[in-house]
């Protein structure tokens, strides 16, 4: 005989609501206000939601933390976000459901499940090789807010540039795994953007940086991996700097990883400096300083 679970008792409807799966309170929280309120008091914790942008969806992977009172769910709850339709698909142990809401759109589905887990954003959002370039402006209308975007090594370079461009003004974060030493051209494009965090890799080739490279940089916290600049391009770098006195620059810290070691007498060279616990420490006119680290084969400037 069904039961009319919202005419319970509080006390019964609370445990009505701790015994449900994971995947049970996500549909239950679509199914009315009422519900979607009664889902949200439980303050569900959950892991970092991240979304993966395939060939014509979104593909949302939720995942609950394990607290008192909800059982704790080790397998994902994945929701796919169609480009071309309202509805959803949530795929579950017992099967596919489909839900669809009157007036929802695709990033109405987003808010409403940022809104029951009291968050403010999506944690990572993922663009890989299958992702199409046309569908990029419909990815940044669903999803508003993300705190890292993270550009996949197999993207071709021009998806890569065109997720970037896209994608990076709606992100804190920004990890791209592809760029092309042969693109000289555009790696300006990448380092001038305003990001708070920017991380460029190229595990098949050396990234070829210049001195102009470093001092267009405009991104507050910058990580090149796999980084091939000579230790002169670093001294003429290094000097510029000490003589640009009351210039603005962006950058707090610009962290580069290398094949090889470094020579730090070369890269100090004709500088006076002060040696500091972490490494060398220089200082300008104006009064600004620059900490600066060097271990074997990585250098970090502190600004």
Avoid at 257 to 279: A, D, H, P, S, Y
Wanted: charged share 25%.
């Amino acid at each position: 005989m069904p039961i009319r679970i919202l005419s319970l008792p509080a006390k019964d409807l609370q445990y009505a609501l701790e015994c449900m799966d994971f995947g049970d309170l996500i549909v239950f929280s679509l199914c009315s206000k009422r519900t979607k309120n009664l889902v949200k008091s439980l303050n569900l914790q959950i892991d970092p939601i991240l979304a993966d942008v395939c060939k014509n969806y979104i593909c949302l992977q939720l995942r609950p933390s394990k607290i008192r009172g909800v059982p704790h769910d080790p397998d994902p709850l994945f929701l796919f976000l169609t480009f071309s339709n309202f509805w959803i698909k949530i795929d579950r142990k017992n099967g596919i459901a489909v839900w669809k809401e009157d007036g929802f759109n695709q990033s109405d589905w987003i808010a409403h499940f940022l809104d029951i887990f009291k968050g403010s954003f999506i944690e990572k959002l993922r663009i890989n090789n299958v992702c199409p370039i046309s569908y990029l402006d419909i990815v940044k209308q669903i999803i508003p807010n993300v705190r890292k975007l993270q550009i996949l090594e197999d993207c071709s370079v021009e998806l890569t540039k065109r997720a970037f461009l896209k994608l990076a003004p709606i992100s804190m974060m920004v990890e791209i795994g592809n760029i092309s030493s042969d693109h000289k051209e555009n790696i300006s494009e990448f380092l001038t953007w305003n990001v708070t965090f920017l991380t460029l890799k190229n595990s098949r080739n050396p990234f070829k940086l210049g001195l102009n490279d470093l001092l267009v940089t405009n991104t507050k916290m910058l990580t090149i991996n796999n980084a091939n600049i000579t230790e002169k391009e670093l001294n003429r770098f290094l000097k510029l700097w000490m003589k640009r006195n009351q210039s603005f620059y962006q950058p707090k810290m610009i962290r580069l990883t290398f094949r090889n070691e470094l020579n730090i007498e070369e890269v100090l060279k004709g500088m006076k400096q002060q040696i500091v616990k972490q490494g060398w420490q220089l200082k300008r006119a104006d009064g600004k300083e620059l900490s600066i680290s060097i271990r074997r084969n990585f250098l970090i400037f502190f600004f």
